[in-house]
T-cell receptor
């Protein structure tokens, strides 16, 4: 079985640009969460989606948005990129929105803003 | 109150030794405490997890000890191996809420 797949794996963008990151959850998983991991720190929660609805949002500016599609895949969009947005963006999938079954993380998208 | 504190920041252990990483939390609503292992260039992988109704859980060389009254939990890695060298994150959540991660511990096991 395929795990959580994220694309692209690496990305370099210029300040002010927009970026779209994509995630496909494990088959059968209906919840997708997005985390930002700055180098040397633990992952920080950005969004959780379950059954195509937003279930939670972390302390991130409105430049960050996301959505979940009918096939449960998800996109994370970041507008007006700042240097501080450089990080590893992790997608995690789970069976449901409770977290009771733990998360399975993808390998992430490494975003560098120059 | 949502913070999870983790120590030490880094840890060096000889092969065959015991690695111990500690975490503390404030939010008494947390009811699930996983540990994740992360290798460079990879996402975190679930290692072992515990719920507050038990004080200890063991899976192979990995043990979680949980102290509900002190709001602390720890990961013990017995017979540490060079392949265990990675960054370890503790985390916590309560039902239906997002996970809160500790800042991580970089473990180096010397051969």
């Amino acid at each position: 079985d395929a795990g959580v797949t994220q694309s692209p794996t690496h990305l370099i963008k210029t300040r002010g640009q927009h970026v779209t990151l994509r995630c496909s959850p494990i088959s059968g998983h209906k919840s997708v969460s997005w985390y930002q991991q700055v180098l040397g720190q633990g992952p920080q929660f950005i969004f959780q989606y379950y059954e195509k609805e937003e279930r939670g949002r972390g302390n991130f500016p409105d430049r960050f948005s996301a959505r979940q599609f009918p096939n449960y895949s998800s996109e994370l969009n970041v507008n007006a990129l700042l240097l501080g947005d450089s990080a590893l963006y992790l997608c995690a999938s789970s069976l449901d929105h409770t977290g009771s079954y733990g998360y399975t993380f993808g390998s992430g998208t490494r975003l560098t803003v120059v | 109150q949502q913070q999870v504190k983790q120590s030490p920041q880094s840890l060096i252990v000889q092969k065959g030794g015991i690695s111990i990483i500690n975490c503390a939390y404030e939010n008494t609503a947390f009811d699930y405490f996983p540990w994740y292992q992360q290798f460079p260039g990879k996402g975190p992988a679930l290692l072992i997890a515990i719920r507050p109704d038990v004080s200890e859980k063991k899976e192979g060389r990995f043990t979680i000890s949980f102290n509900k009254s002190a709001k602390q939990f720890s990961l013990h890695i017995m017979d540490s191996q060079p392949g265990d060298s990675a960054t370890y994150f503790c985390a916590a959540n309560n039902y239906g809420q997002n996970f809160v991660f500790g800042p991580g511990t970089r473990l180096s096991v010397l051969p």
